[in-house]
């Protein structure tokens, strides 16, 4: 017997309410016993080792770990805790002592332990030239100098990187002298910036040409350089806050003189500040306080004593306290942004040393590596991915050295 024709229609709606139930997409908590909030705020405070493991969990969950907004508050999560809680990782650049070869690694502080972890290192082994420019919400910039033909970004936490296109514009031999690269990030745009400053022969005073490369629109324009400053560095001396700070000479009036030089993310123009008064003697090294800018200063002779200064928006430079180094140091390399130093000795071990407690918190020793060559920057892990980024492949070195704990 046929079927009825109301029976028919009944049929086909049934079909519709399914297809439409299937196309619906699940929410990402829908089946949690908590709120969908505490969910979400529960996961954005986890390591993202743990949130790419958790990806595996169920598809709602892969989709909420990598959606823009999940992404930038995980961020702020991270980086805000690290001066309170004293953890803050350390990006560390080194060289193995008998290939040269580049190393990377990962230093974990805290204040139960401190661990050295070698990465993956995404910059091809057959260049034998490379600078660390720095670290940006998570994202490392690595070029290759003096031309900076070679600009690579890099997620470590994410093991992923892409090698940027190269400007039309390139410098010219015989007419430039260097490139210098720097990293930045347009909090507003959610985009991230790389310039590169082309510099003039030494002997001539023509500024620096300035183009900006774009991770929004993928693709290189110029940046008019009306400061007039030529930079003395093959890549920015600092990033705090996604901000790119340059040591540079300026020619005026007074004749030339050494400034610091920054970028306005916001408006993309270079703003000029006066450095410190340093005498011939005193050494410097800028760093971030607190996501401030600050200067170490020591005298060459002196290896106990360090002074500390801090840049205030209306107040200019300030001393904020002189450090004694009861253990003494060889090389200062940096500090962290809680304000812990960390500093070389004479045998090439690095220590972390707390100025409020005159203390040394943590040492670690880098087998194989070249003391002299090792480098640090701040670093704060994020899920940020760059379009066309790609995993990062384990390349053979030739003198692959594991890092190891004093």
Partial sequence: MPPSKGKGKGKKKGKG??????????????????????????????????????????????????????????????????????????????????SADHLLSLINLSPESSSVVELDNPFPFF?????????????????????????TLWNPAMRQSRTLPLSKRKPIMGTHSCVSIGLAYDSQENDFLVLSLKSFGPETMIADEVEMFSTKSFSWQRVPNEVGFRVLGLSCNLIIKGVPYWTALLEDAHGSREVLVCFDVSKKVFDK??????RLEIQGYLVNLEDSLGILMWDKTDKYNVEIWVMDDEDGWSKKCNVEMLFGFNRIIGCLRNGNIVAEDENGVLFLFDPVTSSVKAKLCIDNADSSSSMIFNYSESLVLIGGMLPVKKQAARGLAGPSEA
């Fill in 273 to 278: 500040l006066p450095m410190p008064g340093v």
């Fill in 127 to 151: 260049l034998q030239s490379m600078v660390v420019v720095g670290s940006c919400n998570g994202i490392v910039c690595l070029c290759q100098p003096p031309w900076g033909d070679v600009i």
């Fill in 17 to 98: 309410n399914s297809k439409k139930t299937k196309n619906r997409a699940p929410d990402a908590t829908c089946n949690c016993i908590f709120p969908r909030e505490i969910i979400i705020n529960i996961l954005s405070r986890l390591p993202v080792k743990t949130l790419l493991q958790f990806r595996c969990v169920c598809k709602p969950w892969r989709k909420l770990i990598s959606k823009p907004n999940f992404v930038a508050t995980h961020f702020r999560h991270s980086s805000s805790l690290q001066p309170i809680t004293g953890s803050s990782p350390i990006l560390l650049h080194t060289r193995h002592l008998e």
